[in-house]
């Protein structure tokens, strides 16, 4: 069983960052891949970033250069660093972790860029 935590997210004017995180806990389970996904009204999910067991980072177009997706594989923790955040970039955000039998999802994050 995987229980994932997030954090971060909320209200931000274009321009700005913001942190989100998202914690693994649980037991029996072995990681393949952890990310985040983003959900806007009126579109189709999209993965922002993930990342590998093996190391490799992937990202959505649309963020490269401005997100950076980092793991903590201590304590199964991914953080996504958000700059120069943009209204589009609006959503809600998932954490997701990818297992050899399952994909688990967090609860998702709002992020609100505006002002």
């Known amino acids: 069983q995987v229980e994932l935590v997030e954090s971060g997210g909320g209200l931000v004017q274009p321009g700005g960052s913001l942190r989100l995180s998202c914690r693994a806990s649980?037991?029996?389970?072995?990681?393949?891949?952890m990310g985040w996904s983003r959900h806007q009204s009126g579109k189709q999910s999209a993965i922002v970033a993930s990342?590998?067991?093996?190391?490799?980072?992937d990202y959505l177009d649309s963020v490269k250069g401005r997100f950076i997706l980092t793991r903590d594989e201590a304590t199964n923790t991914i953080t996504l660093q958000m700059n120069s955040l943009k209204p589009d970039d609006t959503a809600v955000y998932y954490c997701?972790?990818?297992?050899?039998?399952?994909?688990?999802w967090g609860q998702g994050t709002q992020v609100t860029v505006s002002g």
């Open positions: 649980g037991s029996g389970f072995s990681i393949r891949a």
């Open positions: 997701f972790l990818r297992s050899s039998v399952r994909t688990t």
């Open positions: 990342t590998t067991i093996g190391g490799s980072t």
